[in-house]
């Protein structure tokens, strides 16, 4: 009797923990990484690369999927506004800037500011590379900059880029389809005061699906932004397995099948800390 009690209760722990693996969210979370915070030293760049506000706070965005799941899009529609948004301007840099990491040559990465600029993506932080995350990145290539700018070392900001810089080679890096924001996105182009991006029937996305490019930790940059204000988003996220039905993940108030996560709503007061101690320190 002892030995069928074990066993029935062997069965059915493995029958809980299938149950539970299969309920599972493809969608884990987001990922916020504090990427760069700018200084005083990095005031020699602005000639070229566009004037780059000291305490600016370099953010990007990464969503962390199962094994095995693919990003289909980043939307908005009548039941959940997309909305990215800073209270000061995104920075965009106006030697090679763009909406999307994919068309920044990798040469020019190097140079002043541009490492620092502010775009959506599907996984690219430029040229055939990926955007990883600095405590993933393998340091086998790291660039280095003409100038003594992007050097600094706020430990706000974790790994200083001179160290770690969050890249990593890649052939054919999936480029984002934009759908009805071309000119909502184009703001991280300008440097208006009170920049966003909001959207209720718009998205981006990769047409076949994006995957990181590590699958078994499968996390994938749809975001770098660069800003002095505050940071806020509300996201909604499709995501999906071949051959499966696709997952949608909302900011607020799900309907029917939708999945309502936290990490889909992001406000940084961060930024308000370290203008504080700047201005302590003048």
């Not at 002095?228 to 051959?243: A, M, R, W």
């Not at 900011?251 to 999945?259: G, H, K, L, S």
């Amino acid at each position: 009797m002892y030995f069928e009690c074990k066993k029935y209760l062997i069965l059915t722990y493995i029958a809980l923990s299938a149950l539970s693996t299969n309920a599972q969210n493809g969608l884990e979370k987001i990922i916020v990484e504090k990427y760069y915070i700018s200084e005083a030293s990095d005031t020699i760049c602005n000639s070229v690369g566009g004037k780059l506000p000291i305490g600016s706070l370099t953010y990007r965005i990464y969503v962390d999927m199962l094994p095995g799941y693919k990003l289909h899009t980043i939307y908005g529609n009548k039941n959940h506004e997309l909305i990215i948004k800073t209270d000061t301007k995104f920075f965009n840099n106006a030697y090679v800037g763009n909406v999307i990491g994919n068309v920044i040559p990798r040469r020019n990465l190097k140079q002043n500011t541009v490492m620092l600029d502010s775009w959506l993506s599907v996984g690219a932080a430029g040229e055939n590379l990926y955007g990883v995350l600095k405590q993933d990145d393998d340091t086998i290539e790291t660039i280095l900059h003409d100038l003594p700018c992007l050097q600094s070392s706020n430990p706000l900001a974790g790994i200083p880029i001179k160290v770690k810089d969050g890249l990593r080679s890649g052939e054919a890096v999936p480029r984002p389809t934009f759908f009805k924001i071309d000119s909502i996105a184009n703001i991280l182009n300008t440097q208006i005061i009170g920049s966003s991006i909001i959207t209720n029937n718009g998205a981006w996305g990769c047409l076949g699906g994006a995957i990181g490019p590590d699958s078994l930790t499968n996390r994938l940059l749809i975001a770098q932004l660069t800003t002095d204000g505050i940071l806020s988003f509300e996201l909604n996220i499709q995501v999906g397995k071949p051959n499966s039905k696709p997952e949608k993940y909302v900011a607020r108030n799900p309907i029917d099948n939708e999945i309502q996560l936290p990490s889909l709503i992001y406000s940084n007061q961060e930024t308000k800390i370290i203008h504080s101690k700047k201005n302590n320190s003048n």
